[in-house]
C-alpha cells in the first residue's frame, strides 16, 4: 500500500495530524523573532556630536530655567549645525561647530556666529525618546560607520544560505525529527550568546549564524506536507505562515515594552528551551522513514495515528509486491535536482521564483515608510497584512490550484512595485505598498506549497532548502540593487517589477500540483508533469480529470529508480 493511500485510510487531517502540525508550526512563532529583530534592535534614530568637552560646563540650564528636553535643544542650537528642510531644522549627525577659542556667555548663547566645523571626536548623543538601547548606540554605528548595520543583515542571509544547503541535506540523511530539534536548540544557543556580543563583529558573527540555525520552519513545514492528505496541503502551509504572521506582531509588541536590545534578544531566544518539551510528543515523518526503506519505524507511526485517529488499518501496510522499495533508498543529493531533464527545468523555474520573491519583498518594503507611523505600529501592521494574504491563499488553492494563483500574485506585486515609483509619498503609495505587500506575501505563501509538492520525497529537503538558498542569495543582492538608484531613481523597482511579472508568467511552466499524489521517488518526480501537452490555463480541471500527472512507482521499473 502507499503512503498516499494510507492517507486516505487515516483520514486527510484527523486529530493525529492536527495535533502533530500544530505543534510542528508553533516554531514559525520565535522564527519571525529572530528574522525582524533588527528592525527595533539595530533602528536607526537620532544621533548628533557630543559637545561636552567643548562646552565644559559653561551653559548652566537649570539658571536658565529650562528643563532637560529644552536644554538638549539649546545645546544643539549653540554647537551643531542646522539647515531648515521642509519648514523643519534639522542637525548635522556627523559634524559639530569647532568652538576653540571661544568664550560661551550664558547672555550670548544663540546668538555666537561660529562657521568652522569639525568630526565628532568626542563621540555622539543619542536620542531616547523611542529606544533605551540599541546595537547602533552602543557601537557607535554612524556616520562613517553605519553601513556596517547593513552587513550584519547581510551577514544573516548569508548564514540562511548556508543553513539552507546543510539542513536540507541533513533532514533528508538522518530524519525531518532530528534535523528540527537540532535547529531549535542552535537557535537558542546562538540567540543566547548574541546577547552579550561585545562588538558589531561579535554581533554580526552571531546574526551569520543565527540566519544558519533558522532551518525548523523548513523542517515543520516539510513534515506537516508528508502527513496529510493532498487536499489539505494548502492548509499547512497557511498555517505554518499564518503563526509567522503572528510572530511579527507578537514582536512588535515585545518591543514597544522591552526597549533594550540585549533584554528582548534574551526575550526571543531563552523560551526555545520549551521546545524540548514536545520531544516524547512529536515524531518522524513516516514518508520519510518509507522512503529510507525503513517499514517498521513507519508502520509503528502509522498505527499510533490510526488508534488517534480512531480508524482501522489493514492488518499487512506493505506487502511483497511493494518490496522492490523496501531495501534502503540511497539517499539524495543536490545533483540529482539537476541530473534528469523534466526536473532539471523545474528546479530552475522554481529556483528562480524564490530568488525573485524575497527580491521583490524586501524591494516593496521601502514603500512603508510612507506609512506615516512609528516602527511599533508599522511593523505590527505589516504583520497584520499577511494574515489575509494567507487566509486568501487558504480560500483561492483549492479552487485554481497553484500555477494561477501564484501567477496573479507575483504579476499583482511586480504591477504594485513599478506603481509606486510614478505616486508621491501619502496615502497613495501607502495604499499601494499594502497590495504589493499582500501580493508578494500570498506568492511566497503559495511557492512553498508549490516546491514541496513537485519534488520527490529522497530530494524535497534538499530542494526546499536549495531554493530557500536562491532566496538568501536575492536577499543579499537586493541592497546593491537598490544603489543603482544613484544612477536613476527607478531603476531598482523597475528591476523588482518586471521580475516578479516574469517570474509569475514562467510560474505557469510549472506542472498543476492540485489534487495529485506526492512523487515518491526520483523517477517520479522526472515524469511528473512531462504530459502537460502547453495546458497552461486549466490546471484544476485537468489535475481533476485526468488524476496523477506523473508514473504510478508500480509502473516504473526499478533499474529507472536507482538511475535517475
Not at 222 to 233: D, F, H, N, T
Not at 249 to 266: E, K
Not at 431 to 438: N, P, T, W
Not at 495 to 513: D, H, M, Q, R, V
Request: aromatic share 12%; charged share 15%; net charge neutral.
Amino acid at each position: 500500500m502507499q503512503m498516499d493511500e494510507i492517507i486516505v485510510r487515516l483520514g486527510e487531517y484527523g486529530p493525529f495530524q492536527r495535533r502533530i502540525s500544530l505543534l510542528f508550526c508553533l516554531i514559525a512563532i520565535p522564527s519571525a523573532f529572530h528574522v525582524f529583530a533588527p528592525v527595533f534592535q539595530s533602528a536607526k534614530i537620532d544621533h548628533w556630536c557630543s559637545t561636552n568637552d567643548a562646552l565644559d560646563g559653561k551653559i548652566n540650564c537649570t539658571l536658565a530655567g529650562l528643563d532637560n528636553r529644552q536644554c538638549v535643544e539649546l545645546i544643539k542650537n549653540v554647537t551643531i549645525p542646522s539647515s531648515i528642510n521642509e519648514g523643519k531644522v534639522v542637525y548635522e549627525q556627523c559634524q559639530r561647530y569647532d568652538l576653540t577659542g571661544f568664550e560661551i556667555m550664558q547672555s550670548e548663547m544663540t546668538q555666537m556666529n561660529v562657521t568652522q566645523t569639525q568630526g565628532c571626536d568626542a563621540g555622539w548623543e543619542y536620542d531616547h525618546s523611542q529606544y533605551k538601547s540599541t546595537t547602533v548606540e552602543e557601537f557607535n554605528l554612524v556616520c562613517d560607520k553605519r553601513n556596517l548595520v547593513n552587513y550584519a543583515n547581510a551577514a544573516y542571509f548569508g548564514g540562511f544560505l548556508l543553513g539552507a544547503i546543510v539542513f536540507g541535506q541533513l533532514s533528508d540523511r538522518i530524519g525531518r525529527y532530528r534535523a528540527y530539534f537540532i535547529s531549535i536548540g542552535s537557535l537558542m544557543i546562538v540567540g543566547i550568546i548574541s546577547a552579550f556580543s561585545p562588538n558589531i563583529l561579535a554581533f554580526a558573527i552571531m546574526r551569520f549564524f543565527t540566519g544558519f540555525s533558522k532551518m525548523g520552519t523548513l523542517m515543520a513545514f516539510i513534515v506537516c506536507s508528508e502527513i496529510v492528505g493532498r487536499s489539505k496541503r494548502p492548509m499547512i502551509g497557511n498555517i505554518l505562515w499564518l503563526f509567522f504572521a503572528v510572530g511579527y506582531m507578537l514582536l512588535a509588541i515585545l518591543a514597544y515594552f522591552i526597549r533594550d536590545w540585549r533584554h528582548l534578544q534574551l526575550v526571543i531566544s531563552v523560551p526555545l528551551v520549551l521546545f524540548f518539551l514536545l520531544l516524547p510528543v512529536l515524531c518522524e515523518s513516516p514518508r520519510w522513514l518509507i522512503s529510507m526503506g525503513r517499514y517498521d519505524e513507519a508502520e509503528k507511526i502509522l498505527r499510533k495515528a490510526a488508534k488517534e485517529n480512531k480508524v482501522e488499518l489493514p492488518e499487512v501496510l506493505f506487502d511483497e509486491h511493494e518490496g522492490i522499495q523496501k531495501a534502503k533508498s540511497k539517499a539524495g543529493t543536490p545533483m540529482d535536482l539537476f541530473r534528469t531533464p523534466n526536473l532539471r527545468n523545474k528546479t530552475l523555474n522554481i529556483f528562480y521564483n524564490w530568488f525573485v520573491n524575497n527580491m521583490v519583498y524586501y524591494g516593496l518594503s521601502l514603500s512603508t515608510s510612507g506609512l506615516g507611523v512609528n516602527a511599533y505600529v508599522a511593523a505590527f501592521v505589516s504583520g497584520a497584512v499577511e494574515i489575509p494574504a494567507y487566509l486568501s491563499c487558504w480560500f483561492i488553492l483549492d479552487r485554481f490550484g497553484r500555477r494561477l494563483p501564484i501567477c496573479g500574485y507575483m504579476v499583482g506585486g511586480g504591477i504594485a512595485c513599478i506603481l509606486s515609483v510614478f505616486i508621491p509619498p501619502g496615502v497613495g503609495r501607502t495604499i499601494v505598498a499594502m497590495i504589493g505587500k499582500f501580493g508578494i506575501t500570498g506568492s511566497f505563501s503559495v511557492i512553498y506549497i508549490f516546491s514541496g509538492e513537485i519534488y520527490p520525497t529522497p530530494i524535497r529537503s534538499i530542494g526546499m532548502g536549495m531554493s530557500s538558498m536562491c532566496a538568501r542569495i536575492s536577499g543579499i543582492i537586493a541592497p546593491f540593487i537598490l544603489i543603482l538608484g544613484n544612477y536613476w531613481e527607478q531603476l531598482p523597482f523597475i528591476i523588482f517589477g518586471a521580475n516578479s511579472i516574469l517570474a509569475g508568467l514562467l510560474a505557469l511552466l510549472l506542472p498543476e500540483t492540485h489534487d495529485t499524489n506526492l512523487p515518491q521517488t526520483l523517477a517520479e518526480g522526472e515524469e511528473f508533469g512531462k504530459n502537460m501537452n502547453g495546458t497552461l490555463c486549466m490546471p484544476v480541471i485537468r489535475a481533476r480529470r485526468k488524476g496523477p500527472d506523473y508514473m504510478p512507482a508500480s509502473k516504473i521499473e526499478d533499474t529507472n529508480a536507482n538511475t535517475v
